[in-house]
């Protein structure tokens, strides 16, 4: 005999896995795109410079150094 409890927890857990997943997938669409466009990078500089900076921390982490000095530089040139 079932309890009816257990239809209610298993769409609760269904509802929380698929939300985990569309956030694990959105931050890996969000980092591949920074990863590939400076023009992005800058756009999330304007709106989002928290998020941005996690980005650079992380890829420092992995050992790619200079990213965030490139991009300083040439935002830094087209603003004259």
Same mark, same amino acid.
């Given at each position: 005999?079932?309890?009816?409890?257990?239809?209610?927890?298993?769409?609760?857990?269904?509802?929380?896995?698929?939300?985990?997943?569309?956030?694990?997938?959105?931050?890996?669409?969000? #980092?591949?795109?920074?990863?590939?466009?400076?023009? #992005?990078?800058?756009?999330?500089?304007?709106?989002?410079?928290?998020?941005?900076?996690?980005?650079?921390?992380?890829? &420092?982490?992995?050992?790619?150094?200079?990213?965030?000095?490139?991009?300083?530089?040439?935002?830094? &040139?087209?603003?004259?």
């Amino acid at each position: 005999m079932a309890r009816s409890g257990e239809p209610m927890a298993k769409k609760i857990f269904k509802g929380v896995l698929v939300a985990e997943l569309m956030g694990i997938f959105g931050a890996y669409y969000l #980092f591949k795109k920074m990863n590939t466009s400076q023009e #992005f990078r800058e756009t999330m500089n304007k709106k989002f410079p928290y998020i941005l900076e996690v980005y650079y921390k992380s890829i &420092e982490q992995s050992g790619m150094y200079g990213v965030r000095e490139q991009d300083q530089k040439k935002w830094l &040139e087209s603003k004259d």
